[in-house]
């Protein structure tokens, strides 16, 4: 169902509340978007999937454990986020580009309070698997976002950067996948976008550091619970690819050493922008004011 005019001219008043004349172009506010998200702009939403930019609390509903469970068999594709380029979150989750791997061993989670599966059975009622329950069903078709590890990966993964935030991220382990038919490297996957008290280590694709570094956590990025568990394997994944953890600007990353800035960074800020750049948009579409841009 589209907006009524009504909820139209309540969406446009709250863009004009911002500062920016609702008459500028279509395009000038997708490139808009792209400059402060880093990504495209996602599907224009209708009035019931306007975007969200509250991240789920991990810690409220008992999803902060970091329980591993390999997959041992090595017939299994899978998919690698470790650096994976993130929209921003619609309705509490955020779409990723991430890798697909061809069939080896990777790391799922183990127990019901770890992952996105956690995130998805304990916040949205549903009901997906976990452990071994979790390997039959990648090994019977199912995709989905794991990792490597120890066990490095299987197929290309772009070089990254790590950087450790306070706020919102994407939580990709464990997240279901489809493959992308225009690409057979990028695998799709549907993150939830949480938050952890413990803050989080987010991972950087390196070719967009020059454009975000000093300001990782303004973006949307893949990461985990700030643990110590996350970090021995992150460190262990980054040895396996022959890829020292470092930050955009290559320091050496340790886990408790390396801390971006503060609670209340940029992050929130820039994420209700844009997603009132997203909601403009719409209601710029729904009016048909202009064409949606192809």
């Not at 987010?202 to 454009?211: L, M, N, P, R």
């Not at 600007?249 to 997603?275: K, M, N, R, W």
Request: with cysteine; proline share 6%.
């Amino acid at each position: 169902m589209l907006c009524t005019g009504r909820e139209n001219m309540r969406l446009l008043a709250q863009w004009n509340m911002a500062g920016v004349a609702v008459s500028e172009k279509t395009n000038d506010l997708y490139d808009l978007y792209r400059n402060l998200t880093g990504t495209d702009v996602p599907v224009i939403p209708t009035c019931e999937e306007r975007p969200s930019t509250e991240p789920v609390s991990l810690d409220a509903i008992d999803c902060t454990d970091h329980v591993n469970y390999v997959c041992e068999t090595t017939d299994t594709p899978w998919v690698y986020c470790i650096d994976a380029i993130c929209q921003e979150p619609i309705n509490a989750y955020s779409t990723c580009r991430c890798w697909s791997q061809a069939p080896g061993k990777s790391i799922a989670q183990g127990s019901a309070q770890s992952g996105a599966t956690c995130v998805a059975n304990n916040q949205f009622g549903k009901n997906e698997p976990y452990g071994e329950d979790l390997c039959l069903a990648m090994k019977s078709g199912t995709l989905v976002s794991t990792f490597g590890g120890k066990y490095g990966n299987t197929s290309f993964v772009p070089e990254f950067a790590n950087a450790e935030c306070d706020g919102g991220f994407a939580y990709c382990w464990g997240a279901i996948c489809k493959q992308d038919p225009t690409n057979p490297d990028i695998a799709i996957c549907e993150c939830p976008f949480v938050s952890s008290e413990a803050g989080a280590a987010i991972g950087i694709i390196k070719s967009q550091c020059a454009q975000q570094s000093g300001n990782e956590c303004s973006y949307i990025h893949n990461g985990g619970p700030r643990s110590r568990e996350l970090y021995d394997v992150v460190n262990a994944a980054g040895k396996a690819m022959g890829k020292p953890l470092e930050t955009c600007t290559g320091e050496g990353f340790d886990y408790g050493v390396v801390s971006a800035p503060g609670p209340e960074s940029a992050s929130a800020s820039v994420h209700a922008f844009a997603s009132m750049i997203s909601v403009a948009l719409a209601a710029l579409c729904w009016n048909q004011l202009v064409p949606a841009k192809s």
